[in-house]
């Protein structure tokens, strides 16, 4: 069946998360790298402890806790609200550069994303992006209380487009992400961000992992979970013309 719609992620794919970079450095100078990167690790891992010990909240809370975390392994003091205000760099990560231009060239599809953000943060991210007219809806796994990969989400994704899964193209650079999706059944494609052969190459000038290169190897590579992303891109705009190599829809544009 024909692609109808394409399903977005947020974190790492639309938007950067690494950006949070300028506010950690401003608040703790010389230790901005680590919490950067220390505090997105926790952050995702807190999704998935929440998930499994079935104690839910919102992607807020999962933010500040794992910031909270960060800066006390680090022995940093913060006060509850320097904390919040640190962690509100979530609600201004930086859009990616070809972003725009590639929902503007897949305008023919229903377009949506899909992310373990609350709505509140969703809704402040894109407002500052400046994306909300491309997009026909935003989808939070708050709707339903369960994180990412579970296949809860990615089924109530295709409820609220009203769409069966193989209409449905979904696209993350989060491997995690990569392998629940496909795991459920849909058509994935991922952003490839960190190419294998360079984080080898970077690895080696190094010499050492520093925690923007753990970073790297632990969550922006693909997963060993026998699930595979259908199509692996560098640039969200690859998506115009995978897309349009694939049948098209009966209908363009996103309904009334």
């Known amino acids: 069946m024909p692609i109808k719609a394409l399903v977005f992620d947020a974190y790492g794919t639309l938007f950067d998360v690494q950006s949070v ?7 703790f100078p010389g230790h901005g790298s680590a919490i950067t990167q220390i505090w997105r690790l926790k952050q995702l891992e807190y999704t998935w402890l929440r998930a499994l010990m079935d104690r839910y909240e919102d992607f807020w809370t999962v933010t500040t806790e794992s910031l909270d975390f960060t800066l006390r392994t680090l022995g940093l003091a913060a006060t509850p609200e320097f904390l919040a205000g640190i962690a509100g760099a979530y609600d201004a990560l930086a859009l990616y550069p070809e ?34 007219e491309f997009l026909e809806t935003v989808i939070s796994v708050d709707e339903i209380g369960v994180y990412k990969p579970d296949p809860r989400g990615y089924a109530h994704v295709e409820k609220r487009l009203g769409l069966p899964r193989d209409e449905i193209l979904f696209v993350s650079s989060n491997g995690f992400d990569i392998a629940g999706a496909k795991a459920h059944g849909f058509a994935v494609a991922r952003i490839e961000r960190v190419p294998e052969k360079a984080l080898r190459s970077e690895i080696e000038s190094a010499g050492t992992i520093d925690p923007s290169l753990m970073f790297k190897a632990l969550r922006m590579q693909p997963e060993r979970l026998g699930f595979h992303a259908d199509v692996t891109i560098a640039a969200l705009t690859d998506l115009v013309s995978y897309a349009a190599d694939r049948p098209q829809p009966a209908t363009s544009g996103s309904p009334s």
Not at 21 to 27: H, K
């Open 21 to 27: 970079a300028a506010a950690t450095e401003a608040a």
């Open 99 to 132: 972003a725009r231009a590639a929902l503007e060239g897949l305008a023919s599809y229903r377009l949506a994303i899909f992310s373990n953000g609350s709505p509140a943060m969703l809704k402040r991210l894109v407002a500052q992006a400046g994306i909300g």
